[in-house]
């Protein structure tokens, strides 16, 4: 399949597949007898764990670091992350990947909570102004409202 097939149906572009080769994470495909590249299933399992991985928030220089095993992850099952030896620096790119969401966590709900704290203490009266639980997404994670809070004595979407 050539570049451009191979792309829609990773659901990525064609410079993005040339990218990826060029930076390693993905092997120089075949070439027909015209130069152009051809792309096969194998190919193009490992395209979309790439782009699995970077959408999970791993960067490309992560990917780099364990490039010659991102074909491991087309298996099915998948092999679980340190598996074995040579997964040692795959599941050290996770957890600092997992560290630097738990960062990225606490730093959010810092700014939430300083943004609440603000929000309260403009003197308005117990209540007015501070998010309520029908304003807050559900369990189902959907917000009232389009994700506004419901105005008192003005029933919401929802009920």
């Known amino acids: ?9 990773a659901g990525t572009t064609p410079r993005a597949l040339r990218f990826y080769e060029e930076r390693g994470l993905l092997p120089p495909p075949a070439r ?9 299933p194998g190919e193009l399992a490992r395209v979309r764990v790439i782009r699995e991985l970077l959408a999970l ?12 095993r991102l074909h491991l992850l087309t298996q099915d099952p998948p092999p679980r992350c340190g598996s074995d030896a040579s997964g040692a620096s795959s599941s050290g790119i996770v957890r600092r990947r997992l560290a ?39 369990e189902k ?3 009232s409202e389009k994700g506004r809070p419901s105005e008192k004595g003005r029933p919401s979407e929802e009920g």
Not at 34 to 39: E, M, P
Not at 57 to 68: M, N, P, Q, S, Y
Not at 112 to 134: D, V, Y
């Open 1 to 9: 399949m050539r570049i451009g097939d191979a792309a829609a149906a």
């Open 32 to 40: 027909t007898a015209s130069g152009q590249r051809a792309y096969g």
């Open 57 to 68: 928030g791993f960067t490309v220089e992560d990917l780099r670091g364990c490039a010659d």
């Open 100 to 138: 630097a969401l738990d960062a990225e966590i606490d730093r959010l709900v810092g700014l939430r909570e300083s943004l609440a704290r603000r929000t309260s203490e403009k003197g308005r009266p117990s209540g007015e102004g501070r998010p309520s639980e029908k304003g807050r997404p559900s």
């Open 141 to 143: 994670g959907r917000p």
